[in-house]
C-alpha cells in the first residue's frame, strides 16, 4: 500500500507543479477581497492557489505515509523521478512543449532506475 501512496504522492506533486506554473501573485494580491463575488474572473485568478495549497497538502501527507514503509532513500527518488517524468509528459502532450529524441532517452533511462529501486532483493 505504501507504493500506492508514493505513485499518489507523485501525481499531487505533478499537480503541485502546475498549481505553481500557473498561479500569478500579482494579480493574486491586487484582489479585492470585500468585492470578491461580485467581480468576473477572480476565480481564475484563485484556482491555482488553491491547487497550490492542496495539492501540496495531500503530497507531504501520501510521501509522509509511504516513507513509513519505504526506505527514504528510495521513497524520494521514485517520487521525483515519477513526478520528473510526468511533469515532462504532461507539458509535452497537453501544453505542446518542446521535445527532442534525446529527451526520450533520459526519461527512458530514469524510469529504468525508478524501476531497479522498486525490486526487492
Given at each position: 500500500m505504501a507504493w500506492v501512496y508514493l505513485i499518489?504522492?507523485?501525481?499531487f506533486e505533478m499537480a503541485?507543479?502546475?498549481?505553481?506554473?500557473?498561479?500569478?501573485?500579482?494579480?493574486?494580491?491586487?484582489l479585492h477581497w470585500k468585492a470578491f463575488f461580485t467581480q468576473p474572473?477572480?476565480?481564475?485568478?484563485?484556482?491555482?492557489?488553491?491547487?497550490?495549497?492542496?495539492?501540496g497538502l495531500g503530497n507531504v501527507y501520501c510521501?509522509?505515509?509511504?516513507?513509513?514503509?519505504i526506505p527514504a532513500s528510495t521513497c524520494l527518488a521514485v517520487w521525483m523521478g515519477t513526478a520528473l517524468?510526468?511533469?515532462k509528459l504532461v507539458e509535452i502532450i497537453f501544453l505542446k512543449g518542446s521535445y527532442d529524441v534525446?529527451?526520450?532517452?533520459?526519461?527512458?533511462?530514469?524510469?529504468?532506475?525508478?524501476?531497479?529501486?522498486?525490486?526487492?532483493?
Open positions: 499518489i504522492a507523485a501525481v503541485w507543479t502546475f498549481s505553481l506554473r500557473f498561479m500569478n501573485v500579482k494579480r493574486l494580491r491586487a474572473g477572480n476565480w481564475a485568478i484563485v484556482w491555482p492557489f488553491i491547487g497550490y495549497i492542496l495539492f510521501i509522509s505515509v509511504a516513507m513509513k514503509e517524468v510526468g511533469v534525446y529527451q526520450f532517452i533520459y526519461i527512458g533511462l530514469i524510469l529504468v532506475g525508478v524501476v531497479g529501486l522498486r525490486k526487492n532483493p
